[in-house]
T-cell receptor, first 111, second 113 residues
Framework: RKEVEQDPGPFNVPEGATVAFNCTYS??????FFWYRQDCRKEPKLLMS???SGNEDGRFTAQLNRASQYISLLIRDSKLSDSATYLC????????????FGTGTRLQVTL | ETGVTQSPTHLIKTRGQQVTLRCSSQ?????VSWYQQALGQGPQFIFQ???????GRGNFPPRFSGLQFPNYSSELNVNALELDDSALYLC????????????FGPGTRLTVT
């Protein structure tokens, strides 16, 4: 079983739609959770951290369910510029601040 | 832009050769991590350097090695290149106080033929 699993997509949605991505992680000792965004042939960029209480940043809302080992990202009012791959990322802890990435979910927003 | 730079941008090598990739971290960041991203996959952790010492390693063989310099810049060396080493190699830097908020450079795309 992969440490971090995501639906690879692609998700094709019209502009203005709401889209949700899900992610599960296998290690219950995971301590920190993030969503990164990666544009085609570019580096990953930190989109937002994910907290147990849930957090929101503009059109983006992230949720964490530790009991189910499940992370979600909701994007409201999708824009063309949201088209990218969204990577679910966890940190298990230990001596190194190693990030473990999912394979990513590709989003294509269309007119 | 994150301020993390990597060189070279692209590189083509032959199987069996050796390669050195370079990374300059963002100003003030003292921790550097290296990741390998194969096509269609998420980045995989290779190792991390903190205060010029290796601070953790992923599931990569010893032919992957690294260095960190006093100015916090870093090198990734790969010996005896294999075809499967073809990938995007990403460097990420972070503050000691926020080690999980990592900022990535643009990467070096390595092709092994």
């Amino acid at each position: 079983r992969k440490e971090v699993e995501q639906d690879p997509g692609p998700f094709n949605v019209p502009e203005g739609a709401t889209v949700a991505f899900n992610c599960t992680y296998s290690n219950s000792a995971s301590q920190s959770f993030f969503w990164y965004r990666q544009d085609c042939r570019k580096e990953p960029k930190l989109l937002m951290s994910v907290y147990s209480s849930g957090n929101e940043d503009g059109r983006f809302t992230a949720q964490l369910n530790r009991a189910s080992q499940y992370i979600s990202l909701l994007i409201r009012d999708s824009k063309l510029s949201d088209s990218a791959t969204y990577l679910c990322v966890v940190n298990i802890g230990g001596t190194a601040s190693k990030l473990t990435f999912g394979t990513g979910t590709r989003l294509q927003v269309t007119l | 832009e994150t301020g993390v730079t990597q060189s070279p941008t692209h590189l083509i090598k032959t199987r069996g050769q050796q390669v050195t990739l370079r990374c300059s971290s963002q100003s003030g960041h003292n921790t550097v991590s290296w990741y390998q991203q194969a096509l269609g996959q998420g980045p995989q952790f290779i190792f991390q350097y903190y205060r010029e010492e290796e601070n953790g390693r992923g599931n990569f063989p010893p032919r992957f090695s690294g260095l960190q310099f006093p100015n916090y810049s870093s090198e990734l060396n790969v010996n005896a290149l294999e075809l499967d080493d073809s990938a995007l190699y990403l460097c990420a830097s972070s503050f000691e106080q926020s080690p999980y908020e990592q900022y990535f450079g643009p990467g070096t795309r390595l092709t092994v033929t």
